[in-house]
C-alpha cells in the first residue's frame, strides 16, 4: 500500500486538543505554569510551527546524527590531535562544557513544561521533541568533556560546575533559572526558543565552530554542529507564540524579549567574548566578538522581531556602547580573579595581539591598555603577587557578574561608574542602567544571591581568598592560571617602568 | 537615667563598601569600620589596585562619596557613610598644579 501524502495525515498527529467534559479547562491548564494572561484561551489555536515533523522523522533524522557525531569522535580517539591544541582554545572548551552541560538539562526541564502545558496540541508535539533534543546535548556535551578529563582534570568541571558555587555558574543559574525553571511557557517559548536560541545560540554554536575548526579542534567543532541542527528545529517554538503574544498583548511581548535579550548578551560576553577575542590564538581568529555580534545577532534579531511588530529594545543604544568594552573588562576580571576558574585563561595581550585588538576597538588601547601595562610590568618586574587578588570584585545584583564597564566621561576619561539602588532598607549596585532597570521592575523574580551577599552574611569562612576559594569549590590542582605568562609579556621585557607595588618580588 | 553616646564612643563596627580607585576596571568589595578616615579608606582601596593595576602616581588620595569631597581627617561615622555605599578614590592633581 502507498504511503499518504504528508498533508493527509499530518492533521491527525499534530492536532490533539479536545474540550474536557469532567474537568476545567484552568485545572487542565493552570495560568501559572501556562500564562495566557490577556490571551484568549481559544486564540492559541492559531498556534502553528512552520517545519513539521513526525516521530518517526524525528528519530530516524537523530539517529543519523548521532551516528555521524560518534564515528568521528571514534575516528579521533586515538589521534594525537588534542596535544596539539592550543592551551587558549582548550579554555573556550573548558569554560564551553562547565558553561553549557547542565544547561542543557535545565533546557530539557524547560521543554518539558512547554511540552505540558503549551497552550495548542503542536506546540506540545514540538516541545517533545525539544526535550529529547536537550537531554541529547546534555549527554553528549556531558560526554565529549568527560574524556578529557584523563588528559586534564579541570575537564572534570564539565559535570561539577553547576553544582559548585563558583561565581560564574551562580551568575548562569541566576539566568537559566529565570529564563527556563521560572516562567509560564508563554514567556518561556519567548525567552529560551525565540531570544536565547534563535538570536544566541547561532553565536556559540555557529561562529565558535569556526573557530574550533580553525584551531585544529575537530571533535569539538562536529559536537557543536550537531547540537546546533536540533536548535534550529526546536527553537521555532517561539515565533508562533510570539505572534499570538504581540496580537494581545504586545507590551508583555516586548518586556519579555527586552530582559531576556539583555541577560544574554550580558552572559555571552563573558564567556563567548573572551573565547574569541583572546583565548583563540590570533592566526586562528576568524572575526573579532564584535563583528560577530553585529552579523550573526545584532541585524537578524532586530529584523526579526520589527517583523512581529515589535521595536529595539529600550537599551539599545547602552547595549551596542557595551560590544567595545564588556566583553574586554570581563576577560580582565576573569584573568585577575584566575584562581577563581576551571580552566587557564590566557591573557593574550602580546604586541601582536593588541594591535589586532586596537584595529577591531579603536578605543581599546585608551581603556584597557594602561592597565595591562601595569600588569605586564609587575609579571616582567617577578611581582606575580601584584596580580593576584585579595578581596572580591563588585558583583552586579542583576546579572552576577563583575561591576566592571566603563564609559567615557565628559573629560575624556573611561570610568566604571556607580548604578546604586536603596529598596527595602538596603543599597543595591548594579553593572549598567539596563542591569538596574531589569532588577527593580523583575524583582520578585530575582532569587539567587550574589557571591558578595554570600560573603557579608558570613556564609563564606574563613573569610578570605582560602575561604572564597574552598566555597567555590575550587582545589589547587583545577584553579586557574595563566597558562604562558612570557608569551603576553617577553615583548615588553626590559623598558622602564615605574609606580609599581612594592608587594612580593623586586619592583 | 542613660546617656547616649556619640559616635566617637561606640566601638568601631564593620563597614564594607562598593569603591573604585581611580580608573581601574572594576568595583571592588572593601571593608573599612566606623573609625577609619578617609585617609585610610583611601589607602584601603588603593592596596587592591594602586601599582597593581592602575600605575601609581605622587599625589595626595581622595574619596569621593555621593558626589562630594571629604577631607582626609574625617571618619566614616562623621561622612555618614553607610555599609553597602559606594565610594570613589581619586589622585588629588590639583596639589601637581597649585
Known sequence: MALRKREEWQHFVREVDWTFKYVDDEAVFPEWHCGT???????????????????????????????????????????????????????????????????????????????????????????????????????????????????????????????????????????????????????????????FETGFTNLQFVALSADALSSGDVNFANMISSIQTDEARHSQQGGPTLEILVEHDPVRAQWIIDKSFWGSARAFAALTGPAMDYYTPLEHRKQSYREFMEEWIIDQFIRTIEDYGLKKPWFWDEFMRGLDTWHHALHMGLWYWRPTLWWRPKAAVSKDEREWLAEKYPNWEKVYGDKWDVLIDNINANNVEATLPETLPWLCSMCHLPCCNATQSRDGVWRVRD?????????????????RQIWWKDRDNVNHETVIDRFLAGQIQPMDVGGILNYMGLSPEVMGDDPDYAAWTKDYTGRVAVGLASTGGES | MTVELGIEDQAPQLVPLNAIFATDFVQILVPVTTANTMREVAAAVAHHVEGKRVRALPFEKVVFHNGKRLPPEMTVAEAGIAPLDHVRVEYDRSEATS
Open chain 1, 37 to 195: 494572561g490577556k490571551v484568549p484561551r481559544e486564540a492559541w489555536q492559531k498556534w502553528e510551527e512552520d517545519y513539521k515533523v513526525s516521530y518517526p522523522e524525528y528519530v530516524a533524522t537523530q539517529r543519523e546524527k548521532e551516528s555521524s557525531v560518534y564515528a568521528v569522535k571514534a575516528a579521533l580517539q586515538r589521534s594525537s590531535a588534542f596535544e596539539t591544541l592550543d592551551e587558549g582554545w582548550k579554555s573556550s572548551t573548558k569554560m564551553h562544557f562547565g558553561g553549557v552541560a547542565l544547561v542543557e538539562y535545565a533546557a530539557v526541564l524547560g521543554e518539558l513544561k512547554m511540552a505540558r502545558f503549551g497552550l495548542n496540541g503542536a506546540w506540545r508535539n514540538m516541545a517533545t521533541f525539544g526535550q529529547l533534543d536537550e537531554l541529547r546535548h546534555a549527554q553528549i556535551t556531558t560526554f565529549f568533556g568527560h574524556e578529557l578529563i584523563g588528559r586534564d582534570p579541570q575537564y572534570d568541571w564539565t559535570q561539577k560546575t553547576f553544582h559548585t558555587n563558583d561565581w560564574v555558574p551562580i551568575s548562569l543559574r541566576n539566568l537559566f533559572d529565570g529564563m527556563m525553571i521560572a516562567p509560564n511557557v508563554v514567556d518561556l517559548a519567548i525567552e529560551l526558543p525565540f531570544t
Open chain 1, 419 to 435: 548604578w546604586p539602588l536603596s529598596y527595602d532598607g538596603r543599597t543595591y549596585h548594579f553593572c549598567t542602567n539596563a542591569c
